[in-house]
């Protein structure tokens, strides 16, 4: 039976479902967008305070494939909002090293967002400091739904031999294939759900669900559960020694 080296490091990569924006600006008497757009701003702290507690990866949930079920006001806010989002925080984001990638189907996204996209990741592909993903029209099933069906046109095509497809194949084709996989899942808002959020890729994370909502969410809770993760005993199925 494998042995399992003891829990030593803090978390290399978090992953965090920023959920509770809608909460917070009712509980202010404000429409909802007034708390995605406070929750936006959160964001900037949070990936600043990575280097220092040694978060090397940092994958946030912006939009999921569900979330389109909402009004249509909310969903053009809220493309409004990436789209400013990203023109605004270019800079910085490029200046303190930040890489940036999204992962999620762009196909549905509107074209002056998806060159932003594409635009923010190129000019942050030489950093290295911090990688910052960000899932917008992200849904795990999706994602291994668009895997799996890249992974039959190569069986089709013969480029893949079906009898050598094993559990390090299916990750190849998703969308966080360059990404190693979340040590610690947090949730904001109270929710002890995941809703689609990196659903192959959590098998053996280690998940927090706090009752803060993400507007409220700041550096030192952040650093708080990241510093509590180093007491969690990661077994992997195996046994400690
Ligand atoms: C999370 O906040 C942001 C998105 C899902 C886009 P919510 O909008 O889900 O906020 P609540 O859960 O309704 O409070
Ligand atoms: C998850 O939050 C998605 C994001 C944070 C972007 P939701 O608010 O959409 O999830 P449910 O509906 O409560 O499960
Ligand atoms: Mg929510």
Redo the contacts with the bound molecule.
Sequence with gaps: MTAVAAQQSGPRHVAI??????RWAQARGRPRLFGHHAGARRVREIVEACPDLGVKYLTI????T??WK?TQVEVAGLMSLFRRYITKEARALFNEGVRVRFIGDRVKLDKKLIALMDELEQITAGNDRVHLTI?LN?GGRDEVARATKRLAEDVAAGRLDPAKVDEETLPRYLDTCVLPDPDLVI?T?G?A?????LLWQSAYAEYEFIDTL?PDFTAEIFAGIVGSYAGRDRRFGGVKV
């Design positions: 479902i920023m959920d509770g924006n809608g949930f912006a939009f999921s569900e979330n909402r899932a992200y949730r808002s929710e759900r995941i809703s689609n959020f993400w």
